[in-house]
Structures are given as C-alpha cells and as structure tokens.
C-alpha cells in the first residue's frame, strides 16, 4: 500500500482505536467524577492549561522551528491514551480514576485542541498561514474522535461479552495503527528524520518527564492519595500520540509530515519513561491498597 493511501485510512484506523476505546467505558465512568473531585480538578487543570503553557516554554526556550513548535504544542492539547491505564494498572495506580479521566479528557480535549492548535499556527506560523484546524476540519475531529467512542460505549452496554472479547482485538489493531503511522511518518520525511529527531528530542524527554512530574507531586502537595497520584501522573504524562499524528498528517487536516514528528518521538519515548517512572513510584503504595478496582485494558495510545 503506497504511503498515501495510509494516510487517507489515517481517521479511519484512529476510528477504530476511538471505537476500541468506547468499548472499554461505561455511563458510570463519567459518573464517578464525583468521587474524585479534588483529583479529578488537579489533572484537568493541569492537561488543559498548565502543560500547554509548560510546551510553550520549551519550545520557545529551545527555539525550534515553527513547524515542530506547532507539533509540540498538539502534542500538549492532546488527550491521555487508554495506555495510562494500563500502565496504572502495572504500577499500582488508582485504575478506575485513570478510565474516567481518560474518559473526560477525551472529550473536554475536542474542544480545547482545536483553540490550542489554532493559536500555535498563528503564533507561530503567522496568522496568513493556510494550516489550522478550521470549522470544517474541527467537525472532522470530533466525528473520528467521539462518534466511534459513542458507539463503543453503546455496544459495551448492549452486548458486555462482546465487547470484552472485541477489546483485545482492538488492543493488537491499535499497535499496527501506530506503526503504520510511524512508517508514514518516517517514509514522508526520508533521510530529514534525523535532523528532526536531534532538534527534537531533548523538547520531547523534557515534556514528558515534566508532565509526569506534575501529574504527581501536583496531587501529592494537596495531599491526595498515592494510587490517585500515580494514574494523575499516567494520565497526564501518556498522551495519545496516534490522534496527534493523524491530525498532524492527514491531508483533510494539517496536512504537515514535520508537525506529526513530535508525537512519533513521543510515542517511543513515553514507554521507556513511563516504566521507570512506574517502578519508582510504585515502591510507594503499600501492598494493601495496590489492588485496581477495575481490570484494565489498552485500546489506544
């Protein structure tokens, strides 16, 4: 298959990880946000203001060119992917707070991308620019974003068995998205992709092992609980890379092989750290409330 034609099933294949991802939710997920209140204004403050301010900083800081500043700051406006809560999951997080988050994240970011995204493009770009996430396109997003969720989410109700067993099929399918991203990615740019990876990593490790770092001492300094800590430090600190590269690629979208690299990087590295973050912190709970309140399972990343 040429590399155009994956970019074109970009929305499609985000769709089914979306798909997959509903398949893992409930009504009571949203519900439980009431359980949660302190955690749940901690981790949504910092998602939605503090870590676009703090990719902000950094890519001014490090003065990268416009077209990475842009994909950095995507990156910030992206939601938590399903693998925070696998990764809670193994390190002792608080789980059923790492599904609801996700599952509110997951909306609340359908509109707060689009204003951050736009804003970078002019800000960085110039206001002329043709790239940005007009009306029409931001429709796109929320069509390839919430609309499979939904339906997840309805066929979980329904049909529970099925959607359980449909869920580790979407689990496998939602690594082969991502690799097939990140072979378009890598194809678009050629022999330029490690030019890019060297003006970008430092950015990348600094954005996620501080978005990390706030996710959890932000909770533990208002003093919310340890397991609660760690699934805030997951979800915050795992964005879902896949949506970010396929708005950052896709020809109806930004159409910008340059801005999807920051999330390619991002998608490697947050693995790696993610899991040393873990076992450190992890050491930290003790053994008779590690138990997750829910089994997990990753649809996503």
């Given at each position: ?232 430090a997951f979800e915050i600190g795992l964005h879902n890379a896949s949506l970010a590269i ?56």
């Amino acid at each position: 298959m040429s590399n155009d034609a994956i970019l074109v099933l970009f929305p499609v294949a985000v769709g089914i990880v979306m798909l997959g991802l509903g398949l893992t939710l409930t009504l009571e997920d949203f519900r439980r946000v009431v359980k949660y209140p302190k955690a749940m204004v901690v981790c949504l403050v910092s998602q939605m203001l503090i870590l676009p301010a703090i990719c902000l900083g950094l890519v001014v800081g490090l003065n990268l060119r416009p077209e990475l500043a842009v994909g950095m700051m995507l990156l910030a406006a992206s939601p938590g992917g399903s693998t925070a809560s696998l990764y809670s999951h193994l390190f002792k997080g608080d789980l059923a707070l790492n599904i609801s988050l996700t599952a509110v994240n997951s909306v609340l970011a359908m509109f707060t991308l689009p204003v951050i995204v736009n804003l970078s493009v002019a800000g960085f770009l110039g206001s002329d620019s043709s790239l940005g996430l007009q009306f029409d396109k931001v429709i796109q997003v929320f069509a390839m974003v919430l609309v499979p969720i939904a339906i997840g989410m309805a066929v979980r109700a329904r049909f529970t068995a099925t959607a359980i067993r449909l869920e580790r099929a979407v689990k496998v399918l939602s690594v082969v998205v991502l690799i097939m991203m990140i072979s378009s990615v890598i194809a678009g740019l050629g022999g330029e992709v490690f030019d890019i990876l060297g003006e970008i990593i430092l950015a990348v490790v600094a954005f996620n092992l501080i978005s990390m770092a706030i996710g959890y001492y932000g909770p533990r300094v208002l003093r919310i609980g340890e397991r609660e800590s760690i699934a805030s430090a997951f979800e915050i600190g795992l964005h879902n890379a896949s949506l970010a590269i396929t708005i950052g690629m896709s020809p109806t979208l930004l159409n910008n092989t340059t801005m999807a690299m920051p999330s390619v990087t991002y998608g490697f590295v947050m693995f790696f750290t993610a899991a040393v973050f873990g076992f450190v912190v992890s050491r930290r709970v003790p053994a008779a409330t590690a138990t997750p309140h829910r089994t997990p399972t990753s649809s996503g990343v």
